[in-house]
């Protein structure tokens, strides 16, 4: 059985079943999503733990094993927890947590909850993870994209009885609040808690949120991706301000901006050459958000443009490196600027 985030209160509510998995990268929505099951199983008698990180090749499943057919004599049920950090079991783990969910069905004495982190395909339709699923309930936690991010912060805000103001102002205020916690969900969850301590319940100012949230965005390049084939280029200005600040290298920052150029000419000539765009797209290995990017620039965006910033990305690739280019900037970090805002306009168009 499969659950998002949004769903998992209201299924505690109704039935608590007896082995729950929560997968996924963003480790505040897994803390809180285990933190729920947990709560909910204290409430109902569970009130032993124990708890067993799977680190490595040499890791002893047996013990797992024996834990759950066990019980303390202050106590008839139980929680055990399996964290598998890498998310790969190996072979005597992958054996261990088919047997432990095959044994979950009818297990009234034993609630078990697995912990792992981001899955790829691969692993999500192979054997143990599967019966993972088919014999409980897996919950996976994604990050929250930045276009939902301000809704995020409002609902929050909610839970603690406050919000912003309504209209423009408003708007302008989450636009703002995320814009400063960007990327880092945890604070942005302590700044708004930070909140609920300096103002009581109520409508909260333009002021009183500027001057509470600090600046703690964390930027990645893939972030920074997202941002230029949307076309915003003040917020590429300023996760490139914050990249560099962060010491992020110059190479990876340019790898990023010449694949997605390089990407974008590659689906531009499969289409050219009669694919379909949703083939083209599947060939060159376009998924999730930045297919849905693509779908939207492609249109927009002709060959000039894109030889044009083909020769940029190979200039710029020079500057990181070292080279002199006339008429560019010696500054690495401004190349990468330019090259960016280059893309940047062309997927605004």
């Known amino acids: 059985?499969?659950?998002?985030?949004?769903?998992?209160?209201?299924?505690?509510?109704?039935?608590?079943?007896?082995?729950?998995?929560?997968?996924?990268?963003?480790?505040?929505?897994?803390?809180?999503?285990?933190?729920?099951?947990?709560?909910?199983?204290?409430?109902?008698?569970?009130?032993?733990?124990?708890?067993?990180?799977?680190?490595?090749?040499?890791?002893?499943?047996?013990?797992?094993?024996?834990?759950?057919?066990?019980?303390?004599?202050?106590?008839?049920?139980?929680?055990?927890?399996?964290?598998?950090?890498?998310?790969?079991?190996?072979?005597?783990?992958?054996?261990?947590?088919?047997?432990?969910?095959?044994?979950?069905?009818?297990?009234?004495?034993?609630?078990?909850?697995?912990?792992?982190?981001?899955?790829?395909?691969?692993?999500?339709?192979?054997?143990?993870?599967?019966?993972?699923?088919?014999?409980?309930?897996?919950?996976?936690?994604?990050?929250?994209?930045?276009?939902?991010?301000?809704?995020?912060?409002?609902?929050?805000?909610?839970?603690?009885?406050?919000?912003?103001?309504?209209?423009?102002?408003?708007?302008?205020?989450?636009?703002?609040?995320?814009?400063?916690?960007?990327?880092?969900?945890?604070?942005a969850h302590q700044e708004i808690q930070k909140l609920a301590l300096l103002y009581p319940a109520g409508e909260l100012s333009w002021e009183q949120v500027e001057g509470a949230v600090n600046n703690v965005a964390r930027y990645d390049v893939f972030k920074l991706s997202e941002a230029v084939l949307a076309g915003h280029p003040q917020r590429v200005a300023r996760m490139l301000d914050g990249l560099r600040a962060e010491g992020e290298a110059e190479v990876l920052v340019h790898y990023a901006l010449a694949e997605d150029i390089r990407a974008l000419k590659r689906v531009k000539d499969a289409m050219a050459a009669g694919r379909p765009l949703p083939m083209a797209l599947r060939e060159n290995r376009i998924w999730g958000a930045r297919e849905r990017a693509f779908e939207r620039v492609l249109p927009r965006i002709d060959d000039r443009a894109l030889a044009r910033m083909l020769r940029a990305a190979h200039i710029v690739d020079g500057i990181v490196k070292g080279l002199k280019q006339p008429d560019w900037p010696a500054s690495g970090w401004q190349a990468l600027q330019r090259l960016a805002f280059m893309l940047c306009r062309s997927c605004a168009t």
Do not use: C
């Open 1 to 187: 059985m499969q659950l998002s985030a949004a769903q998992l209160a209201g299924h505690l509510k109704q039935a608590l079943r007896p082995l729950y998995t929560v997968h996924g990268d963003e480790p505040l929505l897994a803390q809180e999503a285990a933190d729920a099951i947990r709560a909910t199983a204290r409430e109902q008698g569970y009130t032993e733990r124990s708890s067993y990180t799977a680190s490595g090749a040499h890791f002893d499943w047996s013990a797992v094993l024996a834990a759950g057919g066990s019980l303390s004599l202050f106590a008839d049920k139980q929680i055990v927890e399996i964290r598998v950090p890498s998310g790969k079991p190996g072979k005597d783990g992958s054996a261990a947590l088919q047997q432990i969910a095959e044994a979950a069905r009818g297990n009234d004495s034993t609630l078990t909850l697995v912990l792992l982190p981001k899955l790829d395909k691969a692993t999500r339709t192979g054997a143990w993870f599967s019966a993972l699923e088919n014999h409980g309930v897996s919950l996976q936690v994604d990050p929250v994209e930045r276009g939902a991010l301000p809704q995020w912060i409002a609902q929050r805000l909610a839970t603690q009885s406050q919000r912003v103001k309504a209209g423009e102002e408003g708007q302008r205020t989450l636009q703002f609040f995320a814009d400063r916690v960007e990327g880092n969900l945890l604070a």
